[in-house]
């Protein structure tokens, strides 16, 4: 909770700071960087940082976060700080690096907003930083505890197959032969490759794969990049230079989209794209525990070719007391689909339901407000959003 004084202080400047976020959070990785360029060769996405979609994540999670603290006093906004802190143990990140955020931070933020800065206003400011890094670092210390394998393990590509034109899938087993922990479905790993420059990126992919198996299963889609962003540098490099045999590093699992239902919750998985990824994994778990409530199964994507895992998705859904599948392309509609855009107003839906969604923000977007207007409640909605959460600040 914020102090009375500090309380005030941000109330007041709160517009100001909130308008200059993304000049801040801009200068803030420049000056980070500059000081630290390893960070941003081996730690920090490379592709976000050139896209601008890290630094607006970020201005938007600060935003987020100081009004929280103004609206809700008496409660801290867990939801968003358990989704930033999920990734953060997934790329390893630790205490001692909030000081150094805390150093540039700061001193973007005085590079900006200039003579505005007074102490009072740096010290309120600070102290909304230092609630939220504090948290994040509980939050992440408790998940690095309960983590079965914490920090990268090394794991060999025992199968690589292709599932579209643009998705491939590995499985992979530990080298050391250990055992290979569960996973709560929905949850994704951290994958940890050296590019021909020597830089070591890291990305995040769900797992795929039935929970309960020995092997790790992520499917991965070659990102083709447009004007406003490059090409993916880890999928193109999985996609072009892995194959069996091949050793990567992985993290523990971690993410906060998992399953949290009995068997009498009526379910609905919306997926768009290669979203289906986490969707899968779900489905698989479900049939195994025989899941006996209704489960509705959405997905949308470009045409069937383009549709990744969709036997895995129906076989899945096949196996369970009460399924239904509901398909939407964009074209070569086949008989059963649907064409266009997902309108789940077409959909029964159960009450009580309880949905995961995961796919393009717009079509979450577009699930979320159906959904809504269907009488399921927001509270039990659910997303995970691939790359820098550019919903969070609406949603958390």
């Not at 935003?63 to 930033?84: G, K, N, W």
């Not at 074209?331 to 266009?340: F, K, N």
Request: net charge negative; proline share 6%; hydrophobic share 45%.
């Amino acid at each position: 909770m914020l102090s009375e004084p500090s309380a005030a202080t941000v109330r007041a400047t709160l517009p100001a700071v909130g308008a200059a976020l993304g000049e801040i959070t801009e200068r803030f990785y420049a000056g980070l960087f500059a000081a630290r360029p390893e960070l941003l060769r081996d730690l920090f996405n490379r592709g976000n940082q050139a896209a601008g979609t890290q630094r607006r994540a970020l201005a938007g999670s600060i935003a987020a976060f100081a009004t929280h603290l103004l609206e809700h006093p008496e409660r801290r906004p867990d939801a968003m700080l358990t989704r930033i802190a999920h990734k953060h143990a997934s790329l390893g990140v630790t205490p001692e690096q909030y000081a150094l955020v805390h150093e540039h931070l700061f001193a973007a933020i005085a590079d900006v907003l200039g003579e505005a800065v007074t102490p009072e206003v740096a010290a309120a400011w600070d102290e909304v930083y230092w609630l939220m890094a504090n948290a994040l670092v509980a939050i992440e210390k408790r998940l690095y505890e309960e983590a079965g394998e914490p920090g990268w393990r090394r794991w060999e590509v025992v199968e690589r197959v292709t599932e579209t034109a643009d998705v491939t899938t590995f499985r992979l087993r530990p080298v050391d032969g250990g055992p290979v922990a569960d996973f709560r479905a929905g949850q994704y790993v951290s994958v940890r490759v050296e590019l021909p420059d020597g830089a070591r990126q890291i990305r995040q992919y769900s797992l795929s794969g039935a929970p309960d198996t020995d092997v790790r299963q992520i499917s991965v889609k070659r990102v083709a990049g447009d004007a406003a962003s490059p090409d993916g540098e880890v999928s193109a490099h999985l996609h072009a230079r892995v194959r069996e045999g091949s050793v990567l590093e992985l993290s523990a699992p971690y993410g906060d989209l998992v399953l949290d239902a009995d068997d009498d919750t009526p379910l609905l998985l919306a997926s768009g794209g290669i979203g289906v990824t986490p969707m899968v994994a779900m489905l698989a778990h479900l049939a195994d525990a025989g899941h006996r409530a209704p489960v509705t199964v959405v997905h949308a994507d470009r045409s069937p070719v383009d549709h990744a895992l969709r036997t895995d998705q129906e076989a899945y859904a096949g196996k369970l007391a009460d399924a239904g599948v509901h398909l939407w392309y964009e074209r070569d509609v086949p008989a059963g689909a649907h064409a266009g855009l997902v309108d789940l107003a077409r959909v029964p839906v159960a009450s009580g339901t309880r949905a995961y969604l995961c796919g393009p923000l717009p079509f979450m977007r577009a699930a979320r407000t159906q959904l809504i207007e269907q009488g399921v409640a927001p509270a039990d909605m659910h997303y995970e959003v691939f790359g820098p959460d550019l919903w969070l600040a609406q949603q958390g």
